[in-house]
């Protein structure tokens, strides 16, 4: 018996091993296109997104999955609900969603969907879009979302929002609607309750239409990077009193950013040729700091370069965003060649 075990565990092994040799691994790949109009008065936002998604699984999808990170932020929320009620709630949320006053809160809304020119139907559950498709996803196909949406920037509670401790005006991340990750496990659109969510890389274009007093960084390169003598300067053109910033990141996994008008932006180049962008607050107290950190920065480039693999992008940026423990403010933003 214990020989026949034996036998039939060897081959259940065996062709566990030929099942993953045959197995192919895949990536779901996104291309997104985004402008946004802010009103940097009231908080809000209103933006248009054209989405490409590639569906390079083996699998034939009916659904799609967008997270809607900004809803989180309202009393009443699946984040704010267990904040209030476990026994060890993140100290830095705390009781305060629940105290967001109703030009405090966050929220994206979607106004219109559309798949390949088709109206389609939705519904929003907290902090997921869930949508049922008119033509299912074939595998190695391609489908053109195009979203409409309106959103307002949450008081600043935990990485993303307005009027932060260190005085930031707008720090950007998760603030559009984003497609969930569809992997080998399925789809990973769970609500967000404390943490984010891994998602599928690709291509973004953002244009961010904001008032011109304000100096924007972001992630990613801008269209205009093989004019002029600063190949990183952001476009910028007069338009109802606001300029349009344009930034282009190839192969990354999400865009962030960032926008105050009291930004210094200051630049430092790498032993690698890799741009270092430093965006701080104007403040004589935290100048000199942040003048240290610059090489600072450009050392631990190059150790990672000589000891975990060639940084692959051409740029690295340092923003001012969020206070973290030792009292070191930034938010790394940029990508890839």
């Not at 105290?99 to 969907?113: A, F, H, Q």
């Not at 139907?121 to 997921?128: K, L, M, P, R």
């Not at 309106?150 to 984003?178: C, H």
């Amino acid at each position: 018996m214990k020989t026949l075990f034996n036998l039939v565990l060897t081959l259940c092994l065996f062709l566990s091993a030929v099942a993953q040799n045959n197995t192919t691994y895949w990536q779901q790949h996104v291309d997104y296109t985004m402008t946004i109009d802010v009103d940097e008065k009231n908080n809000q936002y209103s933006g248009r997104q054209t989405l490409v998604y590639t569906n390079n699984s083996p699998d034939v999808l009916d659904k799609v999955f967008y997270h809607l990170y900004f809803n989180a932020f309202q009393p009443g929320s699946e984040m704010d609900v267990r904040s209030l009620t476990i026994e060890d709630p993140d100290r830095r949320v705390g009781d305060r969603i629940s105290k967001l006053t109703p030009s405090e809160v966050g929220y994206i809304m979607p106004r219109k969907l559309t798949q390949d020119g088709k109206k389609l139907d939705y519904q929003v559950v907290g902090t997921i879009l869930e949508v049922t498709l008119k033509e299912p996803i074939q595998p190695g196909a391609k489908s053109t979302f195009k979203m409409s949406w309106d959103a307002q920037i949450p008081l600043q509670i935990r990485r993303s929002g307005r009027d932060n401790a260190e005085g930031v005006r707008f720090s950007m991340t998760q603030w559009y609607p984003k497609i969930a990750e569809y992997d080998f496990q399925g789809w990973h659109a769970d609500p967000y309750i404390g943490r984010e969510f891994h998602s599928p890389w690709g291509d973004f274009n953002v244009t961010i239409n904001i008032d011109k007093k304000y100096t924007v960084a972001g992630t990613g390169y801008n269209k205009t990077n093989i004019m002029g003598d600063n190949p990183y300067r952001p476009v910028m053109f007069a338009r109802r009193g606001k300029k349009s910033w344009n930034f282009v990141a190839p192969n990354v996994h999400d865009f962030t950013w960032a926008a105050d008008t009291d930004y210094v932006h200051q630049q430092l180049l790498a032993d690698d040729g890799t741009t270092l962008n430093f965006y701080f607050k104007n403040n004589p107290d935290i100048l000199e700091n942040w003048t240290n950190l610059q090489p600072k920065t450009a050392e631990i480039l190059k150790y990672f370069n000589e000891n975990i693999g060639a940084y692959p992008y051409k740029q690295y940026s340092v923003i001012t965003g969020r206070r973290w423990r030792y009292g070191v403010c930034y938010v790394h933003l940029n990508y890839r060649k």
